[in-house]
């Protein structure tokens, strides 16, 4: 599928928390997920400042920040090795629907690649059609287990 949009994928720095915050905040308030600005920051802050964990992408189209996604390194023997959770990916409303998501998709995927991992996963909501076409179409498949939960702390 060729797109007649760009975006540039510019890995987070410090100074963009502010701005993913509001973002991230926005995100969550689609589906009325918990958000804890304060908390967030601290984990925010850790989480640029250790590649290991994983990187934040801030989206941009001509200069302006459209959205980010966020690549959450693990690890799994069955899957092997070194994978991701796609744990966010964000477009802001104005910028939805001209094909951002699936450039974001293929960035997605090229940097994979490119940082050895072996697999990736990510959640969708099941009401939000467009990103289950979305996701889908770039080869992603539902799995025949149950992602469970637990929080610890």
Same mark, same amino acid.
């Given at each position: 599928?060729?797109?007649?949009?760009?975006?540039?994928?510019?890995?987070?720095?410090?100074?963009?928390?502010?701005?993913?915050?509001?973002?991230?905040?926005?995100?969550?308030?689609?589906?009325?997920?918990?958000?804890?600005?304060?908390?967030?920051?601290?984990?925010?802050?850790?989480?640029?400042?250790?590649?290991?964990?994983?990187?934040?992408?801030?989206?941009?189209?001509?200069?302006?920040?459209?959205?980010?996604?966020?690549?959450?390194?693990?690890?799994?023997?069955?899957? %092997? %090795?070194?994978?991701?959770? #796609?744990?966010?990916?964000?477009?802001?409303?104005?910028?939805?629907?001209?094909?951002?998501?699936?450039?974001?998709?293929?960035?997605?995927?090229?940097?994979?690649?490119?940082?050895?991992?072996?697999?990736?996963?990510?959640? #969708?909501?099941?009401?939000?059609?467009?990103? #289950?076409?979305?996701?889908?179409?770039?080869?992603? #498949?539902?799995?025949?287990?149950?992602?469970?939960?637990?929080?610890?702390?």
């Amino acid at each position: 599928m060729e797109h007649k949009i760009n975006i540039d994928f510019n890995l987070a720095v410090p100074q963009d928390i502010a701005e993913l915050l509001d973002m991230m905040e926005d995100f969550y308030a689609i589906d009325n997920y918990p958000f804890h600005r304060e908390i967030t920051k601290t984990n925010m802050a850790e989480f640029i400042s250790d590649l290991s964990l994983g990187r934040i992408y801030l989206l941009k189209h001509d200069q302006t920040t459209v959205g980010y996604l966020i690549l959450a390194f693990g690890y799994s023997f069955e899957h %092997g %090795g070194k994978l991701a959770f #796609v744990d966010d990916l964000f477009i802001k409303k104005d910028f939805r629907g001209k094909g951002m998501g699936s450039l974001a998709m293929d960035f997605i995927e090229r940097e994979a690649r490119n940082i050895g991992l072996h697999m990736l996963h990510l959640e #969708v909501e099941p009401h939000n059609l467009n990103a #289950v076409k979305l996701y889908d179409g770039k080869g992603f #498949v539902k799995s025949k287990r149950y992602l469970l939960s637990k929080k610890i702390r």
